[in-house]
Structure formats: C-alpha cells, structure tokens
C-alpha cells in the first residue's frame, strides 16, 4: 500500500528577511539577519524585545495575497508563500491533480483575536465579530484553500515542529495514493500572545539571539510562511523536481512540557528514525539546518544529540533563526524550503552572530555562506513544546 | 487489513463507560460533563492547575488504555479544534488588562493545542509519534486518518488517537453572538480516545473501517454522490447499513441537509442523531465513535438516538456522518466484529 518515493517539486518562503525565497537568498548571501525592533505589531514591549517581522504592512500584505486586508495576518502570509511554492512548482492548474493543503500554525488568528479582547472583556456584548472568525487555526488553512481553489484534502496541525509534521502527513498521503499533490508547510505571524507567552518563560534574548554561541541567552521571534510542493513519482516524471523527500521521523521527548531533555533524547529519536527511513548513515549528511533556536536550553540538548548520533564527525550545521528569528508554526515549512533549496543549489547557510564556542559541544556552525557544495543529502530538524520533536532528510536523487 | 479498537474511553455529558448506560437529558444551551474522578489519574496538585481540556483528554486517554489493557502506544494523535481555550482566556484576560505586564507562564504553556497530546506522553513517558491536529470539524477525523495510514504502514502498532474541546465563559459568550445557539442547539465539550490495532483481541468493541473527509461539497448531490463510493469503496450497499449515526443539532437548516441527502440514499435505512447526548462541538464525532463502538459491542442502540424508524437490534454497520456548516463533512464507518 505504501509505496514510492516523494519529490519536491518547489518552495515559497516569505520572512522577516525576504518576501520570497530569491530575496531571503540575497539576505543569507550579504549576511543581513532581519532583526529590528517592532513596526506592525503593536506591544508595549516594542523597544525591549527585536522581532523578526516581515517588513510589510497589512495592506501590502492584502495586496500580494489578493484577500482582505482585515483577515488574520496568518493567512496573508500563508496565501504568498504558498503561491509562490505552487508556482516554482511549474505543475500548471492545480484543478488537474489530485491536490491536498496540509498547513501548521500555532495559534491560528490570534493576531486578530487579542485586538478584539479589549472591547469584549469590557462588555461581552462589544467587539467586533468578524475579528475572531477566524480565531480556530483550521480557519486560516481554509482561507487559504479556498483562495488556491484546494478541494481533495485540508488539514492543519500544530506544535512548533508542525511545519515539519505537515511534509510528514502529506508525503504518507502521497504514498498511500489518496493524492497526487500535497502543499506543506506552515505560517504564523507575530502576535502579542506568543511575545508576552515567551517573555513570562525568559527565554527572549533582548539583542539580536546568538544560536549556538556560549553567550547565547534566548530567541527571538519571527514571522512568515514557508510551504514546499510535494508530489508522487508518476506527477515529478514530468517536471524537474528539486529533490527527494528521502526520510523523516516524529519522536517525543516526553520529559517536559516547554523544556528539552538534557541530552536531547527525542531529538536523537527524531534524527536517527528520519536517516533509518532513508536508509542513510550519518556520514551521508551533507548540512543540516538546526533547530537552533538560542536558548541556552534547546541547542545544548540539540548539539548533544547530534554529538552523540554524528560520532564520527558533524557535518557542517547552521540555524537560519539567527536570520529569521523562531517562525514556530512556519519554521518547520520555511526551513524545508532552505534545506531543498540548499541542496538543489549546493548551499551552505551562515548562522550569524557566533563568537564563542559552546563548552559542552566539540563542533561550531558555519558562519559563512557558501555555494557549490556538493551536497547529496540535508537534515532539516524542528523541535516545539509538548515535547514534539521532526525531523526531515532531503536527498538529491 | 482490518482495524480494531481496542479500547475506549470517554468523558461527556453521558457517563463514562460503554455506551448506553442511562442517558442523561438536560435542558439549555450549554450541556455540562458528568466528571469523572480526575485523582485516578492525575496528580492533584496538577488537577488544579489544569484546564478542563487537558483533565477530559488525560482522563479519557487513560480509559481507553486501560480498557485496552495496553499502556505503551506506538503513537498519539490526537484533533482539538479549540485547544486549551480556559488557559488561552486566562492569559490574553491579564494581557490586556495588565497591559502585558506582570504576567506568568502556566496560562501560557497549557494554552498551546499541542499540550494535551504532549501531557499524555510525558505522564506515560511515552517517545513515540505524537501529532495534533486543530482542524474544525476535521480535527478528529484526521487524527483518525494519521492512525489508519501509520497501521497500513506498519500493523503491528497499537496507536492512541482521540479529540478533546472545552467550553468556557468566553467561547460559550461569542459563539452565542454568532447566533449557534438561536434554535434548540446545545453546546458541548468532551473528550474520547480510542486504543486501535490491526489485530482482533479480547478487548475488541468494533471495527474501524474506514474515515473520509469531505470539504466544501458544492450540494447535497455531490455529498450523497461522495458518501455512496465511500461506502462502496469499503464493500457496503447504501441499504447495507444498520444505522446512520448523523451530526443533526437542532438547527433546522443543518438537520434539513441530512434528510435530504438522506432521501435520495438510504430509503429506509434507520437514522439517528449523536448530539442530542454530547452537545455541539467540532470534535464531536469522537464521542459518535465511542457511542457507535458501545452499541455495535452490546448490540444495542437507544430508541432516544433515534430520528427516523426503530432501533436496530443487534446492528452491523453504523455511518457516522457529521456535517459542520454544510462545509466540512465526514463520513466514518464502523463494523461489528
């Protein structure tokens, strides 16, 4: 029943370093991270905390996506990238395939949801209806269905990692045969919630986040959307694929509910399980895109278990977060999109803002961009709360 | 293959245990939850501390193991399409009203959808696939999708998969506003987790054929269309059925889309309604699923399920179709067995 191999046909990416995936390129290749302090979202912590915003205002965004500019920002985001994958794809109309949308986020129109808080919890009978009717994270996915005309399946899942888990269910439909095509990935944008939800756990850094640097003391947090095109061997017969899903892996930490274990045992779990699908050994791995999220917590456990599992040598590893800040719903999707997009093109990320060498770990990530790598396969790793920890392995042949 | 659940467990208007034990009736527009004692199976110190939407799912996840007689799954999966709603209001309450500042993190950790699903694997120390899926009215039914593609991929597994939804003050004051509950309507909450496997046990209360979505139908002609090849799709005549298990709720138009479908499908197939015992919510199939598995086991269904024709005695297959807003619909089958 499962049968087949798994293509990337293309990617969109839209992010606090570029509207597009040939604008982030340019942002990575001149060492230009997006961090700024806040202009859109509105906080009282706005000069306390950079954020990586998408540099775009709602209108702007309403335009490109061709919806309306009072829908959650979610969706606008998620509409852009999603075309933008769609098209790369060179598939042509989607109504000639079997298409399915399989979408992350966290936490759906919030965006638009705490503006309607203030009104409501003055009087229950105030604020405006239409700013929460599309609070459900199902309700963004929809939006953007509907807009991309995606009838055969829709379906949204959550955690950080779920950008990832959305690549993982869609490339199982594909090879169970329930659909030709599935786009995945996941989009959230920057919200209140999540900023002050991030602050209360102090793992906000107050400059610009340092991933896998020793002096590192938090993240910060980003927007955007990232979606890629997954297809089956009969439709990447008549295209030009960009590489081959090759192997992933969903494991559980289960060791608490927002913190990674110490030595990172479900983000060993995760990576092993994605190479054993492949059928690859870790020697095999050309790059891998971390997590690397910049709290002190998440990238020792992370560069622990890559220790442990690349005992004979780390192949070169970056977090393009130190670029885009933590997307969560969309970063899983976004960095599918660098990792294919690594690999078709032989590239090598930086991670920027590494000064020193974290104490517990023998490897450091590269700090400068590179091209003409000869890359064969790329890890991708996505780890959340909840103890959800993905990983994706993009192979060229 | 043929796919089995296990074990069941449920926490909802009804009491928990095999459905139909006594039915409960109420009156209004919001239904409660006959609580279980959550001590069995959580900490109480966390009891407190934890919303309603985590205590039904760790509650009703731990039934369904136990009945099951297996406490190590090889997944959980699981839909909520609201999440932790009590902690989402808790924190965005003292965001706004202490212009964020002074706030603490409990409310915000348990607020992510994910935390259930994450709970239940950390009280069970369980590392394996965990995935949660916040999809409407599709929640549930691809929670369930994600389960029967992991066991075609590998039948030896035994998978946890369920759906929980709460209601709270705020949710219950908005979707009144949106005018849900204008006609007879209840709004409700629960949770309900399944053990599944592909091998037939002692435990066995039915088995899960098969599950589809449907999504924007452009009419009730291509819904009825759609639901006969998914029927025969899995070998059974439209006529074949013990019982059609719908999502009617009391609102006219959407009960209205049901009968017609229906007309022109079933003749004089037996119908019945689930909601009238758990209330209205997106993940509501999960409780039709532990109703249908109960009265498949027992070979009974309540002559108060039923909206058209008699109880069948000792019934086969039961459809569970459930429609939210006429745009998303799904279609469940389940076989004695």
Known sequence: MMQGSVWIAGGGVISGIGRNLDECMASFEAMRPGMAYMQHLHSSHAGTFPVVEVKASNEELAALAGMPAHWSRTALLSRIAVQEAWNASGLGSISDYRVGFVSANTVGGMDKTEDFMAAFLADPAKGKLRQVVHHECGAVTDLVADAMGIRHHVSTSTACSSGANALMYGARMIRAGMLDVVIAGGTDALTRFTLNGFNTLMILDQQNCRPFDDTRTGLNLGEGAGYVVLVSDAVAANIRPWCRLAGFANANDAYHQTASSPDGTGNFLAMKGALEMGGLQPEDVGYINLHGTGTQNNDSSEGLAITRLFEKGVPPASSTKSFTGHTLGASGGIEAVFSAWALREGIIYPNANFSVQMKELAFSPVTAFSRGNDLRNVMSNSFGFGGNCSSLVFSKE | ?337
Request: charged fraction near 20%; include cysteine.
């Open chain 2, 1 to 337: 293959m043929r796919i089995f659940i296990q074990g069941a467990g449920c926490v909802s208007a009804q009491d928990s245990g095999v459905f139909p034990g006594e039915i409960r009736r109420y009156e209004g527009d919001r239904l409660p939850v006959a609580d279980p004692d959550y001590k069995q199976w959580i900490d109480i110190k966390q009891i407190r501390r934890m919303g309603r939407a985590i205590k039904m799912g760790v509650a009703a996840s731990h039934m369904s193991l136990e009945a099951a007689g297996f406490p190590n799954p090889d997944a959980i999966i699981m839909g909520t399409a609201y999440g932790c709603l009590a902690d989402t209001g808790v924190f965005l309450q003292k965001m706004v009203s202490q212009h964020e500042d002074m706030l603490t993190p409990t409310a915000f950790i348990q607020s992510t959808h994910n935390t259930v699903a994450g709970q239940i694997a950390l009280l069970l120390g369980c590392h394996a696939y965990n995935n949660t899926f916040v999809h409407g009215a599709f929640s549930f039914e691809n929670a369930l999708q994600d389960s029967l593609l992991l066991l075609a991929e590998d039948p030896s597994r035994q998978i946890l998969t369920g759906a929980t939804d709460e209601i709270t003050e705020y949710s219950h004051t908005i979707l009144r506003r949106f005018g849900l509950y204008r006609q007879a309507v209840s709004a409700g909450e629960g949770a309900a987790f399944f053990v599944l496997s592909a091998e037939k046990g002692a435990t066995s209360l039915a088995q899960l054929t098969a599950v589809e979505m449907l999504y924007r139908p452009a009419s009730e002609k291509e819904t009825a269309d759609q639901l006969a090849a998914f029927l025969l799709r899995n070998g059974v005549q439209p006529g074949g059925l013990s019982l059609v298990l719908t999502g009617r709720n009391g609102d006219e138009g959407n009960d209205a889309y049901y009968a017609t479908v229906e007309r022109s499908l079933f003749g004089d197939t037996p119908i019945a309604a689930f909601k009238p015992f758990c209330g209205e919510y997106p993940t509501a199939t999960a409780f039709a699923v532990w109703m249908a598995a109960g009265c498949l086991n027992r070979g009974v269904v309540p002559q108060e399920a039923m909206v058209k024709g008699a109880a069948p005695a000792q019934p086969e297959r039961i459809l569970i179709w459930n429609h939210h807003h006429g745009k998303h619909h799904s279609f469940i089958l389940l076989e004695k067995c």
